[in-house]
């Protein structure tokens, strides 16, 4: 969705169509491997997303996420949404903390290895809690058990879960952003709540195959950036509960590898294993 928003006003400012091919599988590695091994002219670009980090925690990959790329810029961000049931007695995430201090708590995500489950592993390793995660097929699923009580908290995205706690079906807690999200500006951070430095988001950024150009590079992030600050493009990413980036070729880098190590460091300590 968001290659076809932006890829639209591209083809615009360009004067040459923008195609989007989507390679679906494996999370993104069979698209990412196609530009990994695409030749360097910038004709062809990829949208990666949060996996893109994670991914390398939990198996071998075909390429290296850093080496075998060109990153351009992140397009977007968007924290989780940390929801309870409404009938638990926790009305803050310190609230939640120490209630899973005292009695067994159960929380469910789109799955091992999703940034809801990855969210949770951290918040147990760093708030120094247990709970035990349910691997659900999709955070839809999961969010109909977390209404039905099976389960007490759930990290989810605000699209998914935004309808449920406008109704009253779930409690907003926090969002996992380091800063208050610019659509939930209400709602505090899991950081500023009682566990400092805390930070998870999902994310899409566009990169180029290993070797891109210099003028490349800049050409192409130069008119990416210029498509997200476009009125059109602006309000629908907004509307998702997007958070538009649009940083440098560097900052997307080092973003990547810190990113890279920080998942690589929790999948070590917390021994999360695929399924």
Do not use: C
Request: glycine content about 10%.
């Amino acid at each position: 969705m968001i290659a076809r928003i932006v890829g639209a006003t591209l083809s615009t400012q360009l004067g040459q169509q923008v195609v989007i091919d989507n390679r679906g599988g494996a999370g993104g590695v069979v698209a990412t491997e196609t530009l990994a091994r695409s030749v360097p002219d910038g004709h062809t670009l990829g949208v990666v997303y949060t996996p893109h980090t994670n991914q390398p925690a939990f198996q071998k990959l075909p390429y290296d996420p850093v080496k075998d790329f060109t990153p351009l810029t992140m397009m977007t961000a968007a924290p989780l949404v940390l929801v309870v049931h409404p009938g638990l007695p926790a009305k803050s995430v310190k609230e939640l903390i120490a209630l899973a201090k005292t009695k067994p708590i159960v929380y469910g995500s789109a799955g091992t290895g999703s940034g809801g489950h990855l969210s949770g592993e951290l918040l147990k390793l760093m708030a120094g809690i247990d709970a035990t995660h349910v691997p659900y097929k999709g955070a839809a699923p999961a969010a109909t058990d977390l209404i039905g009580g099976q389960l007490h908290f759930q990290f989810a995205a605000q699209i998914t879960i935004g309808a449920f706690v406008k109704s009253g079906r779930l409690r907003a807690l926090a969002v996992t952003s380091i800063k208050r999200a610019t659509t939930l500006p209400d709602l505090p951070t899991v950081a500023e709540s009682g566990v400092p430095g805390f930070e998870v988001i999902n994310w899409f950024g566009i990169m180029g195959p290993a070797r891109l150009p210099s003028a490349l590079v800049e050409r192409l992030h130069s008119e990416i950036t210029m498509a997200l600050r476009a009125p059109e493009v602006r309000d629908k990413l907004l509307a998702q509960g997007s958070e538009l980036i649009g940083n440098t070729p560097q900052e997307f880098a080092q973003f990547l590898r810190n990113d890279i190590a920080k998942w690589a460091k929790l999948v070590k300590a917390s021994a999360i294993k695929l399924d």
